[in-house]
């Protein structure tokens, strides 16, 4: 079965500082791997998708996430910490077995940007 | 513009009070699933449906319905509602295979009092 691990459920940074949001998988096959992020009373919104093409995707609003098989994780990262990415985070695994395609997700990583 | 929409975003409800919850897309997608979502658990996949009549249960379906008469449609119907459903609820929908992401409503906040 395969399930997301995500580090730390509440990360606070400054503005301007560097974004780390930590994410592993487990799966026993090749995974396709997703970054949601969900702001204050909204939906999920698709940050970013890895589909075993290139291991680091580039994603919205200046993300980024590198696929690492051998470590069997998939780091969200943004060089500099704006205000308006204050928001939950959410990384997801779906590994193609069978027919259902599931998303399985993390627990989420509240991110807060401090002034 | 592409979406999923579910009705209604908000609804306080009774034990035992059957309620359902709408989803509809208009991506002319093929597969449909309910999540809901709960503090400290993140999103649980409660039904899924491949196609048109062809549902099945995910992780937490007990105390949930759905039908999928419709490519469209995806209801989640509560037959018997209790407390321990109060909830956020998310329908998703996608295209292809699971690659492409899902599309997410915007929720529904269910209480169960």
């Not at chain 2, 009549?53 to 469209?72: L, N, Q």
Request: contains cysteine; hydrophobic residues 30%; glycine residues 10%.
């Amino acid at each position: 079965a395969q399930s997301v691990t995500q580090l730390g459920s509440h990360v606070s940074v400054s503005e301007g500082a560097l974004v780390l949001l930590r994410c592993n998988y487990s799966s026993s096959v090749p995974p396709y791997l997703f970054w949601y992020v969900q702001y204050p009373n909204q939906g999920l919104q698709l940050l970013l998708k890895y589909t075993s093409a290139a291991t680091l995707v580039k994603g919205i609003n200046g993300f980024e996430a590198e696929f690492k098989k051998s470590e069997t994780s998939f780091h969200l990262t943004k060089p500099s910490a704006h205000m308006r990415d204050a928001a939950e985070y959410f990384c997801a695994v779906s590994d193609g077995g069978g027919s259902n395609y599931k998303l399985t997700f993390g627990k989420g990583t509240l991110l807060t940007v401090n002034p | 513009e592409a979406q999923v929409t579910q009705n209604p975003r908000y609804l306080i409800t009774v034990t035992g009070k059957k309620l359902t919850v709408t989803c509809s897309q208009n991506m002319n997608h093929e597969y449909m699933s309910w999540y809901r979502q709960d503090p400290g658990l993140g999103l649980r996949q409660i039904y899924y449906s491949m196609n048109v009549e062809v549902t099945d249960k995910g992780d937490v379906p007990e105390g949930y319905k759905v039908s999928r008469k419709e490519k469209r449609n995806f209801p989640l119907i509560l037959e018997s509602p209790s407390p321990n459903q109060t909830s956020l609820y998310f329908c998703a929908s996608r295209g292809g295979q699971g690659r492409d992401g899902y599309t997410f409503g915007s929720g529904t906040r269910l209480t169960v009092v």
